[in-house]
């Protein structure tokens, strides 16, 4: 039986164990799907090579510490520095990352996208932004603190910090902070979120299946807005198709992964 893993601090609200063995499950995959609390990112390799596992994901805060501890990574991973699925290859930890496609998938129904206000410095943010630079989307940066905008400044996004930043109009503001996930904060202070939700069409989130205080101050204000499930359930179906290298078909992972959501 082939082994995967979730590797994050915190792990425990994680749905992809769920999502992953639903569908290892019902397509007979010989294949088990655990969670693995991991505190310090500089042991992501040993511990995926201590427990014998075939592939991973990884969640926050360790997604940069994965593309370090990679032998190789491929793909969108390599342009951005940070990785979100591991798969084992001949002994060698080999990286990918999911994240921004899943989220291009989520956002698909959003229609006139042209002008991103994004929250977060982060790694999720990283991905994000980059991917929306290729498809030529025009890209804002708000971080709490200045010294983690200096890649996005590289890539010639508008950045700001929360004392720095000026108002615009923006077509979509995508929380990507972790504010929110384990406690009740909003990304920025309470004038700041208001302010920013008043001069935007839509609101995403990247934490998913709860109401984030942002995506409430997003409701109160009518404005359209969706949490991070379709965005996991992107990445999962192609982090899945990696797991299973491609044995599987990324519409029947996909069909199966949904059924998980409703659990
Ligand atoms: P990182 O740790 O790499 O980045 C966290 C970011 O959040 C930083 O910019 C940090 O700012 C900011 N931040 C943290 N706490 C606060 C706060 N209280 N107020 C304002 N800003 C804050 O995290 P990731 O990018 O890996 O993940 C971010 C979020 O996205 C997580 O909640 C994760 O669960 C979610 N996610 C969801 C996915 C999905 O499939 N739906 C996929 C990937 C991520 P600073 O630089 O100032 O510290």
Not at 220 to 248: E, H, P, T, W, Y
Request: hydrophobic letters at 40%; charged letters at 25%.
């Amino acid at each position: 039986m082939q082994l995967f893993s979730i590797f994050g601090d915190p792990v425990s609200h994680s749905r992809s164990p769920l999502m992953h063995n639903s569908v290892f499950k019902n397509l007979n995959f010989n294949a088990c799907y655990t969670r693995t609390h991991l505190l310090d990112g500089n042991k992501l390799k040993e511990t995926f090579f201590a427990l014998g596992l075939s592939g991973a994901n990884v969640t926050v805060p360790h997604k940069e510490a994965a593309f370090n501890a990679c032998d190789e990574v491929r793909g969108f991973a390599k342009k951005v520095g940070v990785v979100n699925t591991l798969i084992e290859e001949n002994g060698k930890l080999i990286g990918y990352n999911t994240d921004a496609d899943g989220f291009m998938y989520a956002i698909s129904e959003f229609k006139n996208i042209k002008n991103i206000l994004v929250l977060g410095a982060g790694g999720t943010a990283k991905a994000l932004v980059s991917r929306f630079l290729e498809d030529d989307l025009k890209v804002t940066v708000l971080n709490r603190s200045a010294t983690r905008l200096e890649y996005f400044q590289k890539l010639h996004c508008e950045c700001y910090s929360w004392d720095t930043f000026k108002i615009k109009e923006y077509d979509l503001v995508v929380n990507t902070t972790s504010a929110g996930l384990k406690d009740n904060n909003l990304p920025a202070s309470e004038e700041l979120i208001e302010q920013i939700l008043e001069h935007t069409h839509y609101a995403a989130d990247a934490i998913y299946g709860k109401l984030t205080p942002f995506l409430k101050m997003a409701q109160d204000k009518n404005i359209i807005f969706k949490d991070g499930s379709d965005m996991l359930l992107g990445q999962g179906v192609l982090a899945n198709a990696l797991f299973v290298n491609n044995r599987l078909s990324k519409e029947d992972i996909k069909r199966e992964m949904q059924k998980s959501f409703t659990l």
